[in-house]
């Protein structure tokens, strides 16, 4: 049975306790570095979003690791690239431990330092499932190693989007683990699931059902912590995440830190630089169609941020050849057949778009442009961008369309 269908048991099973539901709800932020972007809304295939833990309170800290063992679930489910894929947190008994004794009283506070269940993937149209658990089960030396096993292999096989072989593996493990759920020794302290996560971005609390409505008012987040008339708040247990918002991973400009330069396709256009920067045009043409190849069946990238991709690096291609071609040698027909560039499929307004940003781009020529190929991309996909400002979110395959008619102008180009 996998862990989903264990837990849809689960909570039948916990429903015979009778127990009470818990408190959801969002939490303001006070104003400051690390308060994150709240109240934005996620579009599909034009935003990114991320699942990061922040604090969690155990309300009888005292007794953990003297009479019980905590057992802290986050699990997420959701799709990436052409494949729906889940993704199960289990919290460090190390790490909870250490901190509830370095407390050394009741309640018990855990602080996270950049503890993702999910770090900026693209939102698709089937959202986001998400479970948050907090329970508690007496202390065995055997179920201590089962959980520290289990929240090892969560940060051996990393919590960045995408399926490894390592979290095939933990999976496996997991699936086991949710047994334990089904044990009445497992005492719940909250529950929490949500098949449709992504409304909007904030700080999202989950706590048990002692909290009401009229305290919950009060709260707000700063510094990463959750203050009641800003104190911290006792006499509840509670795990607080954020769900974070990003609107692209491109650059705002030639000298903005890039996201999208991490990614593993961007290397390619650096291969590409070093090709034409030593006048091997050729080569560097056919690394293009790999690098064209990679960004739009890359699962990292949401539509609206491919198809300007897409453009970019067409476009810094372009000026950079033109740059490394002497003024009295041949160029070739490329530059032009792209400015010429029109036909679009019909209701392709983002590519109509996108090309028409491309003409300008080109005829704008390369005077203003930077020589470094990283800070060319940036710069031109950040003015790519802004022509897309006023389009509404495009549907897929609009990079494919947009590639193609690249690919098209490239056959089409006539001999050096």
């Known amino acids: 049975m996998t862990l989903w269908a264990t837990l849809s048991t689960v909570v039948d099973h916990w429903a015979s306790r009778e127990l009470e539901r818990p408190f959801v709800g969002y939490v303001r932020s006070a104003s400051g570095s690390n308060a994150i972007a709240t109240d934005k809304t996620f579009v599909p295939e034009a935003s990114y979003f991320g699942v990061r833990m922040v604090e969690m309170n155990l309300r009888e800290g005292g007794k953990f690791f003297n009479s019980f063992l905590p057992l802290g679930v986050v699990l997420t489910e959701f799709s990436f690239g052409s494949e729906r894929q889940r993704r199960p947190t289990i919290l460090s008994n190390d790490e909870i431990a250490a901190q509830l004794r370095a407390a050394g009283a009741t309640p018990g506070y855990i602080e996270f330092k950049n503890i993702y269940a999910v770090r900026r993937a693209p939102m698709k149209q089937d959202n986001l499932s998400l479970f948050v658990g907090l329970f508690r089960l007496p202390f065995h030396d055997i179920a201590q190693q089962v959980l520290q096993l289990a929240a090892d292999l969560t940060s051996q096989t990393g919590l960045a989007p995408g399926a490894t072989e390592g979290l095939k593996v933990a999976e496996k493990v997991y699936d086991r683990i949710a047994g334990l759920f089904g044990l009445n020794i497992v005492t719940p302290l909250f529950s929490y699931a949500d098949g449709n996560t992504l409304d909007q971005s904030g700080y999202l609390l989950i706590a048990g059902s002692t909290l009401d409505d009229a305290t ?120 032009p057949l792209l400015v010429g560039l029109k036909e679009t499929p019909r209701g392709a307004s983002a590519v109509a778009e996108v090309l028409g940003g491309v003409r300008r781009r080109l005829l704008a020529g390369v005077k203003n442009a930077p020589e470094d190929p990283d800070k060319l991309f940036a710069l031109e996909a950040s003015e790519l961008k802004k022509t897309l400002d006023q389009v509404p979110p495009v549907g897929t395959n609009a990079a494919t369309t947009l590639a193609r008619a690249f690919d098209r102008a490239v056959t089409q180009r006539g001999p050096n």
Request: net charge negative; glycine share 6%.
């Open 216 to 335: 919950a008012s009060r709260l707000t987040v700063t510094d990463n912590r959750l203050l009641l008339d800003g104190r911290r708040m006792s006499g509840v247990d509670y795990c607080l995440l954020a769900i974070e918002h990003t609107a692209t991973l491109l650059p705002d400009g030639p000298d903005s830190i890039n996201p999208l330069t991490q990614l593993g396709f961007h290397q390619r256009w650096r291969d590409v630089a070093l090709s034409t920067m030593r006048r091997d045009f050729e080569k560097a043409e056919e690394q293009m169609l790999n690098l064209r190849a990679d960004v739009i069946t890359s699962p990292e990238l949401a539509e609206n941020d491919r198809i300007v991709a897409v453009g970019a690096y067409e476009t810094s291609f372009d000026k950079l050849k033109e740059r490394m071609t002497p003024t009295d040698a041949h160029r070739g027909a490329r530059g």
